[in-house]
């Protein structure tokens, strides 16, 4: 067995932490939502920064509509995207080389 680059787990670390930014509207009650307006779109950006082709786009409209919406903030969409990248996908992207 042949390990690959530790690349993956930054990419998850980043995940939780981008995760982690987006709970923060639910920590200043008022100004919360209103950090929703800039949090949507950045977050989708970011979302086909680290995911590209199709499934990165669709991760991107799904970030944007889970921050977007009020009461949503709660799903780590981050961290979802790279469970199914690295650990649920059929076309695996697997961390550990046979």
């Known amino acids: 067995m ?22 923060v509207s639910f920590a200043i009650p008022g100004i919360g939502e209103f950090s929703d307006i800039i949090w949507a779109p950045v977050s989708a950006w ?19 509509v889970e921050e977007a919406l009020p009461g949503l903030d709660v799903i780590p969409t981050f961290t979802i995207m790279w469970l199914y990248t690295y650990v649920f996908s059929k076309k695996k992207e697997s961390i550990i080389e046979v």
């Open 46 to 64: 970011i979302m086909t920064k680290m995911y590209k082709g199709q499934k990165g786009k669709i991760a991107a409209g799904i970030s944007f």
């Open 2 to 23: 042949k390990y690959k680059s530790n690349r993956p787990y930054g990419k998850l670390a980043l995940s939780v932490l981008l995760d982690a930014m987006g709970y």
